[in-house]
């Protein structure tokens, strides 16, 4: 264990951290608790070059996060609930900039705040138990943790408005086919095929990865002509590496490359 709060457990498995929102009676809904946990693992995350890939994941076997606590919820006032918000749209930009790729394993239900964690993510594995759904306009809200808007990106506009406009729930399948989901699989290989996934990515050199990271972010967000120029200068962060040379020694030798992310 790498240390953990009651509502988050830490876990590392060599170079990949797991998270595990623990509130499990409670289909891991989100407090502000669990928020800050998080928020204070995913800052320490950005400049620990001893881990390459992040898996979130929530405990049990029912459920990934079923959103805000809407227990708490009940107790806020409205002052309370825009700084939830606030804290929940910062921490999920967070996940999404943070500078090592983020792989959501969904194991079970991921309505609102838990499908914009997966939305935040860069990468989701989806049990073929899970639900996923942003379902806040049920509630008379609307996703504020980025919801409204990563949700279009990844999905498109008109299947985003269904989906958001009805609050309905989708299926491992149909998460697959509308490509909220990379991959589907039974729940008891979720864990294993995302530290599959996670150690295909450790292979790879790191800071190719925080470059390619950014740069596929950065450049969707603009015109194809500056994303060029975000690529053209991403690449050139990577010439002067010295794991650029360990690539090309180690085809030479035919071994495997040992980067160290210099
Ligand atoms: N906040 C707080 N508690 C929650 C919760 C949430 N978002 N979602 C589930 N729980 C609690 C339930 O209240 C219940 O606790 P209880 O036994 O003390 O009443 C426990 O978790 C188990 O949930 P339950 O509803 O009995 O399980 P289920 O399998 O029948 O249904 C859900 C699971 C997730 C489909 C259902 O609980 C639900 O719709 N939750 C609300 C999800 C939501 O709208 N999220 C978006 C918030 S913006």
């Not at 595990?20 to 995913?42: C, V």
């Not at 919801?147 to 009805?166: C, D, N, S, V, W």
């Not at 002509?225 to 690539?247: F, K, Q």
């Amino acid at each position: 264990m790498s240390g953990s709060q009651d509502n988050l457990l830490a876990e590392d498995r060599d170079q990949v951290r797991i998270l595990t929102m623990n509130r499990s009676e409670m289909m891991n809904a989100l407090n502000f608790d669990m928020l800050r946990a998080l928020k204070t693992q995913i800052e320490s995350l950005r400049f620990n070059k001893d881990i390459r890939v992040v898996i979130i994941t929530g405990a049990g076997q029912k459920a990934f996060s079923a959103g805000a606590d809407l227990k708490e919820r009940a107790t806020l006032t409205d002052i309370q609930v825009r700084e939830f918000i606030y804290t929940i749209r910062n921490l999920l930009t967070d996940i999404e900039s943070l500078n090592k790729p983020v792989i959501s394993a969904v194991n079970g239900v991921a309505l609102g705040g838990g499908t914009e964690i997966a939305l935040a993510s860069d990468l989701r594995i989806v049990s073929m138990n899970a639900t996923m759904g942003l379902t806040e306009t049920r509630l008379a809200i609307i996703p504020g943790g980025g919801g409204t808007q990563r949700l279009p990106r990844l999905i498109g506009r008109g299947k985003a408005k269904e989906l958001i406009f009805t609050g309905r729930r989708v299926g491992a399948e149909e998460a697959l086919d509308i490509g909220l989901a990379n991959k589907i699989c039974e729940p008891e290989e979720l864990m294993g095929e995302a530290i599959k996934l996670a150690g295909a990515i450790c292979e790879t050199g790191p800071i190719a990865i925080e470059q390619a990271k950014y740069a596929i972010d950065a450049g969707m967000e603009t015109d194809l002509h500056t994303g060029l120029a975000i690529e053209s200068n991403a690449y050139w962060i990577t010439i002067p590496t010295e794991d650029r040379l360990e690539g090309l020694a180690a085809f030479r030798e035919k071994r495997k490359p040992v980067y160290k992310g210099k």
